[in-house]
Structures are given as C-alpha cells and as structure tokens.
C-alpha cells in the first residue's frame, strides 16, 4: 500500500537520501559523492523548505520512498535561493578553483554560480518541479500520482505551465514524462527541457 500525501519538514532525511540513491540519471549515485548531503542541498532543501505546499511524498510501509518538489514562479524562487538558501552553504562549502573538478565540487560551484533558467520558458512554464522514485515504487502508478497531485495544486495556484529539464541517458524518465503529458519544448548539451500547458 503506497500512500501520497503533503510533505513535512520531518520528511526532509528521507527526500535527501532518495535525491541521493537517483542522483545518477535515475540511478544509484552513492559512489559517485563524498559528501551524501550536496544533491540534496542543491534538488531537494530549498523546496522543501521554501515552497512546502507544493511537496508530495510517496509513502509505503518502508517509509518514503518517492517525492514531486515544485515550485511555482521559477524566477521568484531563483531570487529566493539567492537570498535566503545559497548564503549559508557558501559559508559550508569553498567555491573549488580549476577545470578539473570531482561530482562534489561541481555541486560546489554550482552553489556559488546557480544556473538560472532561460527566460524563453517562463512566459509559458513559469513553473518547475523535481521528481524521483525508487525502484521500489516504480511501475506502480505512484509516479502519475505524484505528478498529478502536484499538477492540480499548481493550477489551483493559477500555474499557467510547468516545466522540468532531464539528462538525455535517462530513457526511463523521457518515457515517462511523455507518458503524463509533458512534451519536449527544448534540447541543450545533454538533456532535455520538457513543459506541459496548464491553462
């Protein structure tokens, strides 16, 4: 039995250990990381914290094991990370120098030099979420639940569009956006940017 239900702060562990156990373009990317806490720093803390009404976990009797993070004016949110999230992990985490840098240094420097989202999304997807599932509750149906239940909390917050951007290796994922309605609005370097129309 797989529950969905709104997210809590005490649900924040478990959201940065599956960020963490799917890092790797749905895979797996615990090796991958020295410091287990960064992805989640980066994918997971700032909606959680900062846009809790638009969190929905994934529930079985393992605990939880899916989640949908959303937020809803992608450019207020970036001014937001800017503001109140990125300042104190830039005191936690130097800005590495070089080219040549490990998994967690290119989170580092990502906390320091945030990419922003391209305007030419925002007029029509204002909005954009993260969404991950363990292999446990895959297949399932639980991924369309949580994507619907953080569509309909969107539009009731009169969302005119969402977006999401996924690596090109992870077929899995593009098959199921696909499937849920998203179609591919753009492609860059190695992933795509997928949107849906919520008017």
């Known amino acids: 039995m ?14 940065y250990r599956i960020c963490l156990q799917t890092g790797d373009a ?3 990317a615990t090796a991958l990381y020295e410091d287990p806490q960064l992805l989640g720093h980066v994918f997971v803390g700032p ?3 900062l846009e809790p009404s638009l969190a929905f976990v994934a529930e079985d009797e393992e605990g939880v094991s899916g989640f949908v993070l959303g937020a809803l004016d992608t450019k207020a949110f970036e001014e937001e990370l800017e503001r109140d ?14 080219d040549s840098l490990t998994q967690d ?3 580092m420097r990502h906390i320091h030099h945030p990419d922003t989202t ?4 925002l007029e029509d997807y204002p909005s954009h979420l993260h969404i991950n599932l363990l292999p446990r509750t895959q297949g399932q149906g639980v991924g369309g639940q ?3 239940t953080l569509i309909d909390a969107l539009r009731a917050k009169g969302s005119r569009g969402v977006h999401l951007r996924v690596w090109a290796r992870n077929t899995r994922a593009i098959g199921f956006y696909r499937h849920v309605g998203f179609t591919e609005i753009d492609r860059t370097g190695d992933g795509y940017t997928f949107g849906m129309d919520l008017r």
């Not at 391209?118 to 999304?121: A, E, L, T």
């Open 105 to 107: 240094q290119q989170l």
């Open 47 to 49: 909606y959680a914290v």
């Open 85 to 98: 999230w990125w300042p104190e992990l830039r005191t936690q985490y130097p800005d590495p120098a070089g």
């Open 118 to 121: 391209p305007g030419k999304y």
């Open 2 to 15: 797989i529950t969905v239900r709104p997210g809590r702060l005490d649900d924040v562990d478990a959201l």
């Open 26 to 28: 749905g895979e797996d």
């Open 146 to 148: 949580l994507m619907n």
